[in-house]
């Protein structure tokens, strides 16, 4: 059971947009601890796609946006793409349990 | 730029204790260990700072011990006790100072707790 809850899984066409949600409380994002993204991608380490809430590192495609309102937060997708096929996690810290936390991952297929 | 290897065993037995290593080259200021079940989310287990404090998961505090020795460029983690639920991915990953993600992330080791 993670601390941050993400739906299991989500799909579109090539071309649609994909919005993953992530659901916190008041002792993570609802306590204004920022919300960051990563998407690991078959076989591979987990790499930051979103930092501090909408912040791309260098290389991300602004295709990927990130946007946090009250306890939850969201990962949009625009213009999906085949390579896009990956699993995505968001994170954020936990002022109760003293710890980095992660939600349990959202898998993103491209019909 | 940082580069991060994790290595070490890939098979510990139940009730004994997991030891890994990461042998990293750059710098960065916080160190740490986060692991992934098999088709399962991610874990946060513990950072070491560059200065050698640490801080653990709540959960797996009482079985873990990281520590860095930055004359040979390495971290290791220990985790005592092991069970078949400690059988996971483990990665080393670094924070920077000031930020709360995981900005570069090692390949992983493969860690099978099994007799």
């Known amino acids: 059971q993670s601390v941050l809850t993400q739906p299991p899984s989500m799909s579109g066409a090539p071309g649609q947009r994909v919005t993953i949600s992530c659901t916190g409380s008041s002792s993570n994002i609802g306590a204004g601890y920022d919300v960051h993204w990563y998407q690991q991608l078959p076989g591979t380490a987990p790499k930051v796609l979103i930092s501090?809430?909408?912040n791309r590192p260098s290389g991300v495609p602004d295709r990927f946006s990130g946007s946090k309102s009250g306890t939850s937060a969201s990962l949009a997708i625009t213009g999906l793409q085949a390579e896009d096929e990956a699993d995505y996690y968001c994170q954020s810290y936990d002022s109760s349990l003293y710890a980095w936390v992660f939600g349990g991952g959202t898998k993103v297929t491209v019909l | 730029q940082v580069h991060l290897q994790e290595s070490g065993p890939g098979l510990v037995k139940p009730s004994e204790t997991l030891s890994l290593t990461c042998s990293f080259s750059g710098d960065s200021v916080y160190w740490n260990w986060i692991r992934q079940p098999a088709g399962k989310g991610l874990e946060w287990i513990g950072y070491v700072y560059y200065t050698g404090s640490t801080s653990y998961n709540p959960s797996l505090k009482s079985r873990v011990t990281i520590s860095i020795d930055s004359s040979k460029k390495q971290i290791s983690l220990k985790l005592t006790s092991v069970t078949a639920a400690d059988t996971a991915m483990y990665y080393c990953?670094?924070?920077?100072?000031?930020?709360?993600?995981?900005?570069?992330w090692g390949h992983g080791t493969l860690v099978t707790v099994s007799s």
């Open positions: 501090g809430d909408n």
């Open positions: 990953a670094t924070r920077i100072f000031g930020e709360y993600y995981f900005d570069t």
